[in-house]
């Protein structure tokens, strides 16, 4: 009788975890999505001293990356509808397209949390995708770790039920997209929000205008420790979600101070945060308020226009107006092409920043086409001119002629790289003040030598070949040697 019981005990557990479903502690509070009132000035301010970050030189062999991946997937992946926003729209936007998608695909009472029960993954394979980020040139990716929803792509243990290893994919997603980028040879970065919309913790800190700090001691700062120890060999350390709060509450002066000098990744190391509210220094007036950091982002979908003071990085999606994957954007002029792409890429190169291209796979792990043929086009353009944007330099000596889409890039070497985006008779570089003893253009077959005319009063004319040489497409390089 009493293994009888032991027996039926044993089932019923089983049954009990076969069972178990998403456990997310949440408030819905649509007030907590803003900023709080009654912090004024640079919330960085109160922590103290931040010059040695401030102050910390850029590493050399980050200047040189110049081109990165990044990936938004989770349980947004699922209704694929609104982007990765769309927990927080449905419950407080009044968005009618998604409230009547909502409404008609899951009902009047959809409780987002049950939604990770659909997502599978059950098509992703790490080292395929990681293939196809090498292939399209990349030099390091950055996975969403955790974004707003608080859902975690790793087996948070602060996150119990509310993670890809308990829930969903039943898989940790995020070590194995490390250990394929580690195998292939590239860097590895972590995305990391801090804020989340609906925590039961940080609504709370919320309430009481952030003078508790129980989401932070409870989850933040277990979790950063837990990244940084699970992930030795990543390069950046990249957050989200610091505006929403001063940065008193999030602590991450402190945070930065070990991340550089006693965490595992101390020793090679950079980062990209989103700091406290109004946490943020103008390094040249006129130019964009750069949070602290390595490589700041200063907002979305940087083109920054100038060469900036500070090195810096461009988030950019190739689906214009979502990270995640969004079926509400299906027409082809909802993306940006092949030659907007790599035209951002030598942009920002040129105007002293690194790019990350982001995609959004779906929530079965597939790689939606257009993506592929997207990052396809930009490595047949980098397998010809890569040497032309990763590991160079801003070019000072003449402005990039953006109006005309000229980019300069400099090479260690002294030399210049002209990046033109027409392909016409000729090119006229009317600020490059240094005079070429030769000019080549990049091709397929290696450097092609052209003819130019120096005018020093009216610039340099360079002229073409009379069509676009074998493996040139898209973007033009040209190579100035002085």
């Known amino acids: 009788m009493a293994l009888v019981v032991l027996l039926s005990c044993l089932l019923l557990s089983n049954a009990a975890s076969e069972q178990a479903g998403p456990n997310y502690p949440n408030t819905i509070d649509c007030n907590s999505s803003h900023p709080p009132k009654g912090y004024v000035g640079n919330t960085c301010d109160g922590e103290g001293d931040w010059s040695s970050i401030l102050s910390r030189p850029l590493p050399e062999w980050y200047a040189d990356m110049k081109f990165g991946m ?9 209704p694929s509808y609104g982007n990765e926003w769309f927990w927080h729209n449905y419950e407080c936007s009044d968005n009618k397209d998604l409230i009547n998608f909502v409404h008609k695909n899951y009902g009047t009472n959809l409780s987002y949390p049950s939604i990770a029960n659909d997502f599978h993954a059950e098509l992703f394979n790490a080292s395929s995708w990681v293939e196809l980020f090498k292939s399209a040139g990349a030099q390091y990716i950055l996975p969403v770790g955790k974004h707003h929803d608080g859902f975690c792509m790793w087996g948070s243990e602060q996150a119990p039920g509310w993670n890809a290893v308990d829930v969903g994919p ?4 995020l070590t194995e997209l490390y250990n394929a980028t580690m195998a292939a040879g590239l860097d590895f970065g972590i995305y990391y929000s801090q804020f989340e919309w609906f925590d039961a913790d940080y609504v709370q800190d919320y309430r009481n205008n952030f003078t508790t700090n129980e ?32 940065d008193t509450y999030w602590g991450n002066k402190d945070w930065l101070e070990y991340l550089y000098s006693k965490s595992p990744l101390s020793s090679r190391v950079v980062s990209c945060n989103s700091l406290g509210m109004n946490c943020c220094k103008v390094y040249k007036e006129g130019q964009k308020c750069y949070e602290y950091g390595d490589a700041p982002s200063g907002g979305d979908r940087n083109t920054a226009g100038s060469i ?48 990350v291209i982001n995609v959004g796979p779906t929530a079965d792990g597939l790689m939606p086409p257009i993506f592929q043929e997207r990052l396809l086009d930009i490595g047949k353009w980098m397998d010809v001119n890569s040497v032309a944007v990763h590991g160079t330099r801003p070019w000072t000596q003449g402005e990039s002629e953006t109006t005309k889409g000229v980019y300069f890039t400099a090479s260690k070497d002294g030399s210049a790289y002209v990046h033109v985006t027409a392909f016409n008779s000729s090119v006229k570089l009317s600020s490059m003040t240094m005079s070429p003893k030769e000019v080549t253009m990049l091709t397929g077959q290696g450097e092609m030598s052209l003819h130019f005319t120096d005018n020093k009063q009216a610039g340099i004319v360079v002229e073409f070949p009379a069509a676009p040489p074998q493996g040139t497409s898209l973007i033009w390089v040209l190579h100035v040697k002085f």
Do not use: C
């Not at 700062?221 to 350390?237: E, G, N, S, T």
């Open 170 to 173: 039943k898989r940790d997603v």
């Open 70 to 78: 990044f990936i938004h997937w989770g349980v947004y992946s699922v």
């Open 215 to 246: 989401f932070v001691k409870k989850k933040v700062i277990p979790q950063r420790l837990d990244l940084v120890h699970r992930y030795p060999k990543a390069m950046l350390w990249h957050t989200d979600g610091g505006w929403m709060a001063p």
């Open 308 to 355: 900036q003071a500070h090195y810096y990085t461009n988030q950019m999606t190739i689906q214009k107006s979502s990270w995640s994957w969004d079926r509400s954007e299906n027409n082809i002029e909802d993306f940006l092409s092949s030659e907007e792409l790599v035209e951002t890429i030598v942009s920002t190169a040129s105007w002293n920043g690194t790019t």
